[in-house]
């Protein structure tokens, strides 16, 4: 089956989705990032937020997907195998050093931006063992959620809407919106367009998927290093 095609859903039941989300989110006090993230306190504060977000979107998931009378094969998670895992691992890599290229050229012209949240978090852990959980987060959880979300359900009715480049365009730059972060938006905008290329190109979002958790954790990664 090829999951692009006529989807049972359309775009404004996504950001109904994203709505109901975002509501049981505020009422939790989860929209503001935790404090003194290089700390212990905002450290756990932090993971129970971010895991925390993960239980409401896949709750939210499952009940939109019974709603909607569809199953995981409809949004994309198809055919995992050898091939997706070697497309997603290269894609990553191509990301992690385009994105990295796009960074620090828009450094020299915007000056260094404010640090991520998960930034700081990961700036402020002293031991492998704290930065194992960062990594699951960043590198399974996140890219799960995010990829199912934009791939897997907003850019199948854009795509039917307006055709695949128009699709691709779009999911790209609502890809880069949704992080609310205007200095970082091109490089994420530019991400997304590769995240959204290669889910067309291998019709699987576990290509995408893993591309997307390879890129975070290389990040991770990266950022641990270069603290010291």
């Given at each position: 089956?090829?999951?692009?095609?006529?989807?049972?859903?359309?775009?404004?039941?996504?950001?109904?989705?994203?709505?109901?989300?975002?509501?049981?989110?505020?009422?939790?006090?989860?929209?503001?990032?935790?404090?003194?993230?290089?700390?212990?306190?905002?450290?756990?504060?932090?993971?129970?937020?971010?895991?925390?977000?993960?239980?409401?979107?896949?709750?939210?998931?499952?009940?939109?997907?019974?709603?909607?009378?569809?199953?995981?094969?409809?949004?994309?998670?198809?055919?995992?195998?050898?091939?997706?895992?070697?497309?997603?691992?290269?894609?990553?890599?191509?990301?992690?050093?385009l994105?990295?290229f796009?960074?620090?050229?828009?450094?020299?012209y915007?000056?260094?931006?404010?640090p991520?949240?998960?930034?700081?978090?990961?700036?402020?852990t002293?031991?492998?063992?704290r930065?194992?959980?960062?990594?699951?987060?960043?590198?399974?959880?996140?890219?799960?959620?995010?990829?199912?979300?934009?791939?897997?359900?907003?850019?199948?009715?854009?795509?039917?809407?307006?055709?695949?480049?128009?699709?691709?365009?779009?999911?790209?730059?609502?890809?880069?919106?949704?992080?609310?972060?205007?200095?970082?938006?091109?490089?994420?905008?530019?991400?997304?367009?590769?995240?959204?290329?290669?889910?067309?190109?291998?019709?699987?979002?576990?290509?995408?998927?893993?591309?997307?958790?390879?890129?975070?954790?290389?990040?991770?990664?990266?950022?641990?290093?270069?603290?010291?």
């Amino acid at each position: 089956m090829n999951p692009l095609e006529n989807p049972k859903w359309n775009f404004w039941q996504v950001l109904y989705l994203i709505l109901i989300i975002y509501i049981v989110e505020f009422f939790l006090g989860w929209l503001k990032p935790p404090e003194n993230l290089s700390y212990q306190q905002g450290y756990i504060n932090y993971l129970v937020i971010g895991f925390g977000h993960g239980l409401i979107f896949f709750t939210t998931l499952f009940l939109f997907i019974k709603i909607k009378k569809i199953t995981f094969a409809n949004i994309g998670l198809i055919n995992f195998g050898l091939k997706s895992l070697l497309a997603g691992i290269a894609g990553g890599i191509v990301l992690f050093f385009l994105i990295g290229f796009l960074g620090n050229f828009l450094i020299d012209y915007l000056g260094v931006p404010e640090p991520q949240s998960f930034a700081l978090v990961v700036q402020g852990t002293d031991s492998i063992v704290r930065l194992l959980p960062l990594l699951f987060l960043g590198g399974i959880v996140v890219p799960l959620q995010e990829e199912i979300l934009f791939r897997g359900l907003v850019y199948p009715p854009l795509r039917q809407t307006y055709g695949r480049g128009g699709g691709i365009i779009l999911t790209a730059l609502f890809f880069g919106l949704m992080h609310f972060d205007f200095i970082r938006f091109l490089p994420l905008a530019v991400g997304g367009l590769v995240l959204t290329w290669l889910y067309e190109k291998t019709k699987s979002l576990w290509s995408v998927i893993i591309a997307h958790g390879v890129w975070n954790i290389l990040m991770t990664a990266l950022m641990w290093l270069q603290k010291g």
